[in-house]
């Protein structure tokens, strides 16, 4: 069954696939409660620890997994430096989601031909260890940035799995060090999120900060650059990556470089329209559009002061504060006295944190 298994999804143009009898991740328990005690952790993690560790707590019948991952943004290149801001290329083309759980079902709709079998396919929204499921199917060995580095794959990979009634032996596994001393992801990630010997802080994470809606510190803000959702730059750096990102593509990634201006006014309606099609569109106009506040300070925008200056007066008291930074890193000057002048219309928590940016100053 397992020699089908892979033989199914090769034809299916899934290169990468691994089988995975470990089901249960206790071993993980004192490294998660440390990230945890340690602040490390992010919100969009599952918040009961012990839920995690068992694929049985998310499908009682699971005997074995069957891992796979889909390769992207091959031949891409990061944007020139421009006006524009810019998303991750994990949300190029359609939304990954979509398409790793389309294959998977695909995958278990032909492997049924040959066995019947219950399953429950899985791409990144389970409360499941994702890439421990996958790199105990094979799939890969951790880098120090935290992501799963595949022997041929490299680290731009997508991770899909089915979790399964199916009694099959798992993949033989022998992790490995990929990185040695290599620490080119260490010094090269903006807020220095990655740690020396290898993990990550999740709240420190440029991607995360992207995504988040709790407050960003001030400190934090700078590093964002111009990244409206995700971050690449750990994995274009990778030496690991070099080959792929190397290749020659027919891709148009400069759809990933988007109108600041526009998400300032965009609707709904229009943001579904434009950009519903991507992974980085689960996150909301709002938050985008907070990003391109921030992104517009980074890049000292200042024909873009006046349409900020407006968004001073919008009633989502979060815009407001991520305005007024952005207008104090463009002018600061101007932005110091609009900013004092409006202090008297602001309600107590907007007007502690103009406050605050003005101590700064």
């Given at each position: 069954?397992?020699?089908?298994?892979?033989?199914?999804?090769?034809?299916?143009?899934?290169?990468?696939?691994?089988?995975?009898?470990?089901?249960?991740?206790?071993?993980?328990?004192?490294?998660?409660?440390?990230?945890?005690?340690?602040?490390?952790?992010?919100?969009?993690?599952?918040?009961?620890?012990?839920?995690?560790?068992?694929?049985?707590?998310?499908?009682?019948?699971?005997?074995?997994?069957?891992?796979?991952?889909?390769?992207?943004?091959?031949?891409?290149?990061?944007?020139?430096?421009?006006?524009?801001?810019?998303?991750?290329?994990?949300?190029?083309?359609?939304?990954?989601?979509?398409?790793?759980?389309?294959?998977?079902?695909?995958?278990?709709?032909?492997?049924?031909?040959?066995?019947?079998?219950?399953?429950?396919?899985?791409?990144?929204?389970?409360?499941?260890?994702?890439?421990?499921?996958?790199?105990?199917?094979?799939?890969?060995?951790?880098?120090?940035?935290?992501?799963?580095?595949?022997?041929?794959?490299?680290?731009?990979?997508?991770?899909?799995?089915?979790?399964?009634?199916?009694?099959?032996?798992?993949?033989?596994?022998?992790?490995?060090?990929?990185?040695?001393?290599?620490?080119?992801?260490?010094?090269?990630?903006?807020?220095?999120?990655?740690?020396?010997?290898?993990?990550?802080?999740?709240?420190?994470?440029?991607?995360?900060?992207?995504?988040t809606k709790n407050y960003i510190p001030l400190n934090y803000r700078e590093k964002m650059?111009?990244?409206?959702?995700?971050?690449?730059?750990?994995?274009?750096?990778?030496?690991?990556?070099?080959?792929?990102?190397?290749?020659?593509?027919?891709?148009?990634?400069?759809?990933?470089?988007?109108?600041?201006?526009?998400?300032?006014?965009?609707?709904?309606?229009?943001?579904?329209?434009?950009?519903?099609?991507?992974?980085?569109?689960?996150?909301?106009?709002?938050?985008?559009?907070?990003?391109?506040?921030?992104?517009?300070?980074?890049?000292?925008?200042?024909?873009?002061?006046?349409?900020?200056?407006?968004?001073?007066?919008?009633?989502?008291?979060?815009?407001?504060?991520?305005?007024?930074?952005?207008?104090?890193?463009?002018?600061?000057?101007?932005?110091?006295?609009?900013?004092?002048?409006?202090?008297?219309?602001?309600?107590?928590?907007?007007k502690k944190e103009y406050l605050k940016l003005l101590e700064s100053i």
């Amino acid at each position: 069954m397992k020699q089908i298994i892979k033989e199914v999804a090769n034809k299916l143009g899934i290169d990468t696939v691994g089988i995975n009898s470990c089901i249960d991740y206790s071993y993980l328990r004192e490294f998660l409660l440390k990230r945890k005690i340690n602040k490390e952790d992010c919100e969009f993690e599952e918040v009961n620890i012990d839920k995690r560790l068992r694929a049985r707590n998310l499908f009682p019948e699971c005997k074995s997994i069957i891992a796979i991952g889909i390769p992207y943004g091959r031949g891409y290149r990061l944007p020139a430096f421009t006006g524009k801001g810019l998303l991750s290329v994990s949300s190029f083309g359609e939304d990954y989601h979509k398409r790793i759980k389309r294959l998977l079902n695909k995958l278990a709709e032909e492997l049924n031909k040959y066995l019947s079998f219950k399953y429950v396919d899985c791409v990144d929204t389970s409360f499941l260890i994702d890439k421990e499921v996958c790199r105990t199917a094979g799939l890969g060995d951790y880098g120090k940035n935290s992501l799963l580095i595949n022997k041929y794959q490299g680290s731009f990979i997508n991770l899909g799995y089915l979790l399964t009634d199916l009694e099959i032996e798992g993949d033989t596994i022998e992790s490995k060090d990929v990185c040695g001393n290599c620490n080119i992801c260490v010094i090269s990630c903006p807020n220095g999120a990655i740690f020396p010997e290898g993990g990550i802080n999740a709240r420190k994470c440029i991607s995360y900060l992207t995504q988040t809606k709790n407050y960003i510190p001030l400190n934090y803000r700078e590093k964002m650059g111009r990244q409206i959702y995700g971050c690449d730059i750990c994995q274009l750096v990778c030496p690991k990556n070099k080959e792929f990102l190397n290749e020659e593509t027919n891709n148009d990634y400069s759809t990933l470089s988007v109108d600041l201006e526009e998400l300032l006014s965009i609707s709904n309606k229009d943001f579904v329209k434009r950009y519903g099609h991507t992974a980085g569109s689960w996150r909301g106009k709002n938050i985008w559009k907070r990003n391109a506040i921030i992104s517009m300070g980074n890049l000292k925008l200042k024909s873009m002061f006046p349409l900020l200056k407006y968004e001073l007066s919008n009633p989502s008291e979060m815009i407001k504060i991520y305005t007024a930074w952005s207008l104090l890193e463009i002018d600061r000057n101007s932005a110091k006295d609009i900013l004092f002048n409006d202090l008297k219309y602001e309600n107590e928590s907007v007007k502690k944190e103009y406050l605050k940016l003005l101590e700064s100053i």
